[in-house]
Each structure stands twice: as structure tokens, then as C-alpha cells.
């Protein structure tokens, strides 16, 4: 027999250590079916399956988020009102998915139930991809609205200098952050897309007009403010709608050339792509910022550790920098990466931040047990779960302590009482002395099963923001 006390953690000996905090995530990459699915046209319990395989691997490996792409060419893995199911989901675009399946609204109570957060990627500027082969719904911007696109290489693109093209991407976040329970939105690295050759983007009549009504800028800083406007509109209308849903930018990792000294090589991010990224961190306009450092630590041109030191410099407002890297280079033998990379880049990160973070790119890679990516993630990296770092700002009810108490199952368990403003709880469990986060499991989960012999359990409620929510300990002791 055994009698279970709850309360409120006390400090000082035995009490359970502070939560380890970082932001684990990984992007799921829809366009031309690089992450899921895994072909166009399957069946509804066919694409559940492969959603819930998904989930259960990140859960695995300790992942703590999915950054899952929901408008990969100005159509939608979601239910939309404003643009067409996506090709890349059902075959033909427009076409209804089986049984009317909603792959973001089911991905979302996955990874709720599982302690992992979502966040909806959107691509906010192209039209059409090349490995589209459908014709075209008629609901896609290219029918309804194509003087607002424009042909450049091989990809149809809203030209960001229309003000109606920034209204409807902008509508399309605002549908899926009023419509879905999502943690945050992710806006990837295409805003004037990347350059093809020598050939200008063809911009001349928008920027026509701009000067014919009065327009003076010269047409790079035009593009600039064109990009400026629509981040600073996006994080309004996101936290207009939900307050605690964080707003995240994924540019290309390099701002320009030579930036810092001794970057000798990349596109001119300033000048080609238009995005001032300095600017959105010194002004706040997002929440959380994942510079693409897809490069090794030795590789001199574009050394990681060099732009992960000079990117938390540009920071005064002190936002989330969590970089996106790339397992998929270190399985690639061409690249010959160390097999210790992935391991060191995580560990740069750690050392640099309180808060730190990161997102893999793609989930595709952290499929193989290569014993330098995920094998190394699951059995040295990550050690434990992690909860994702809070974003104070971001305004979210505080989740109040739990009741705890023993399942009454006979099993080594603990159940409390669950606080409809909290997101996640994080189980802590204390064996041989030794306290360790057992999982972190859904908002509405009201039990977890404890490791064999411990002696004390602890639950804290997370808010929507990652802020925390007061500890609450279960002590368990032989019965006299």
C-alpha cells in the first residue's frame, strides 16, 4: 500500500529541476510531395496513416513542433473558402480530398494530444509550381485574379507589388489562424523570388504604376517597402485574431554578401529576394526567426557558427532566433559533412541562447536512422523531452496547478485535473534521486503513466505562450 500527498514544488533538495527548454521542429513539406503525402490521391484512412506516423516519429525522436506547409502554390491543405485543395494532396487540384478529410484540422489534434505544437507555413507569394501537371481550378488566383501574377522562369508568382496580392495572401493566414487551433504561422523565404539568371522579375507595370501616383523610390527600396508592409501587416492581423499565436520568418540564412566579414558567398538576400530582415528583428515584427544556416561549421564562406553569433546580434528586442538546419545535406554523401555536424550545430545553438531552438529541414531525413541524424537526435542529442521556450510577449491566460493524485489503477501513474487554458503538461518524474521529464502530453490528457520505482511525480501546465503555469508535485511514500 502507498499513500499520495499533491502539492504545490517547494525549493530546495529533491525538488524537481526547472524544465529543459528548447524549440524542436522539424518543417513537413507538402510542395511537390517532398514530405507528405506521400503521392497525391489517397484515401482518407490512408492519409491519416501517414499523419500518425508522422506524429509518432517526432514524438519519438523528441521533437516538440511540426511546421506543416499549408499553402504550398496559392492552394490549400486545409479547407479554404478563398483558394483550391491542393494538387499535391488530391491528384487534381480543386478535387475534394476522400471522405472531405481535413489533413490540417486532423495534424493539429495530433500533435496537440501528443505535446507537439503546429505551426501553419505558408508560401505568401507563389502562384503555380512546376510539378503541378492539373489545369488550374477556376478558384485559383491565376484564373480568378491573373493580373496579379506574373511568368518567371518556371513558376507563376504574385507580384508583391499589387496591393491586391498582399491582400489575398494575407486573407489566407487570416482564414487558417481564425478557423484552426495553430500555434503559430510560418512564413518561409519567398518574397520577390530568387533570381533566375540575369532576367529581371517582371515587375514593370506594377512599378509603373507606383510612379504614376506619385511614387519617387527607385524600384529596390519600392520592393523593400512592399515586402515591409506585408510582415508588419501579417503579424497584426495574426495577434488581432489570436494574440498567442507566434509569428515566425524562415529567410535565406545570409542578409548580404560580406555580412558579416568574411561571408564571401550567397545572393544579396537585401537586394534580390527585398526582405530587410534587420529591420523586422530591430522593429519587432515577428515573433520568432529561423534563418535558413543549411552549411557546415567549417565550410568558410558561409560558416555556420559565424552567422548563428552575428544573427543574435541583430536582435535588440530579444525575439526567438531558432535557425533552420538541414539533416538532408548531412545524409547527402556528396556534401561530406562530419558525422558529429548535426550534433555540434545543435550544440552552437545551446551555448548561444537561453531559449534556444531550431527546426530541421525536412522531415524526410529525420526518417532514416542515419546514426549521425535522427539516430544521434533520439539517443544523445535530445535527452529528454523539452518544452518550446516561452514568448512572454504573446498575452495568454496563465494555466493554474494541477490537483495531482494516483490513477488508482494500480499501475505507476499520476492523474490531476486538467485547465482549459493550458496547451501542454510536462511530467517530471524522480527515480534513484533523480528527477527527468518523463513527456509532455496534450492540454486535455489527465494522466501518465510514471517509469518503474520512482517516488515522486511532478506536472506543470503550459500556457498557449510557453509560459508556465505553477508546479505541482506528487509525493508517494510506503504506508506505516
Known sequence: LAAATSCPAQSGAGAPPPLAREFRGAWVATVDNIDFPSRPGLTAPQLRAELDAMVARAVELKLNALVFQVRPSADAFYESTLEPWSEFLVGTQGKRPDAGFDPLAYVIERCHERGLQLHAWFNPFRAWHPACKSPPAASHVT??????????????????????????????????????????????????????????FPDDASYARYR????????????????????????????????????????????????????????????????????????????????????????????????????????????????????????????????????????????????????????????????????????????????????????????????????????????????PDARFHAVQARSRGRWRTVEVVGGNRTQCVLPEGCDAAAVTPIGRNGVAGPMATLAIAAAR
Not at 480568378?144 to 507580384?159: F, H, I, N, S
Not at 555536424?341 to 531559449?355: F, K, S, V, Y
Not at 512572454?392 to 499501475?411: F, H, I, N, V
Request: charge should be positive; hydrophobic fraction near 40%; proline fraction near 9%.
Open 143 to 200: 484564373q480568378r485574379a491573373p493580373q496579379l501574377c506574373v511568368t518567371y522562369g518556371k513558376y507563376r508568382w504574385m507580384d508583391p507589388g499589387e496591393p491586391m496580392a498582399q491582400k489575398w495572401s494575407l486573407a489566407t493566414v487570416q482564414e487558417v489562424v481564425r478557423k484552426y487551433d495553430v500555434d503559430g504561422v510560418h512564413v518561409d523565404d519567398y518574397f520577390y523570388p530568387y533570381p533566375e539568371g540575369k532576367t529581371p
Open 212 to 419: 504614376a501616383d506619385g511614387g519617387k523610390k527607385g524600384r529596390s527600396d519600392w520592393r523593400r517597402d512592399n515586402i515591409d508592409e506585408y510582415v508588419q501587416k501579417l503579424r497584426t492581423i495574426v495577434h488581432e485574431a489570436k494574440p498567442h499565436v507566434a509569428v515566425g520568418i524562415s529567410p535565406f540564412g545570409i542578409a548580404r554578401p560580406g555580412v558579416p566579414k568574411g561571408i564571401s558567398a550567397g545572393i544579396d538576400q537585401y537586394e534580390d529576394l527585398a526582405a530587410d530582415v534587420t529591420k523586422w528583428l530591430r522593429e519587432g515584427w515577428l515573433d520568432y526567426l529561423s534563418p535558413q544556416l543549411y552549411w557546415p561549421i567549417d565550410q568558410k564562406a558561409q560558416a555556420f557558427d559565424v552567422l548563428l553569433t552575428w544573427w543574435h546580434g541583430q536582435n535588440p528586442k530579444q525575439r526567438a532566433i531558432w535557425p533552420g538546419i538541414n539533416p538532408g545535406r548531412a545524409l547527402d554523401r556528396a556534401r561530406n559533412w562530419r558525422t558529429d555536424e548535426l550534433a555540434d550545430q545543435i550544440a552552437l545553438m545551446r551555448a548561444a541562447d537561453r531559449a534556444p531552438g531550431h527546426v530541421h529541414f525536412s522531415f524526410k531525413a529525420l526518417r532514416s536512422d542515419a546514426p549521425h541524424v535522427a539516430g544521434a537526435l533520439r539517443d544523445r542529442v535530445y535527452a529528454e523531452p523539452a518544452v518550446a521556450p516561452q514568448l512572454a510577449w504573446l498575452a495568454a491566460p496563465t494555466p493554474k496547478a494541477p490537483q495531482l493524485r494516483r490513477d488508482g489503477s494500480g499501475r505507476p501513474a499520476v492523474a490531476w485535473t486538467a485547465d
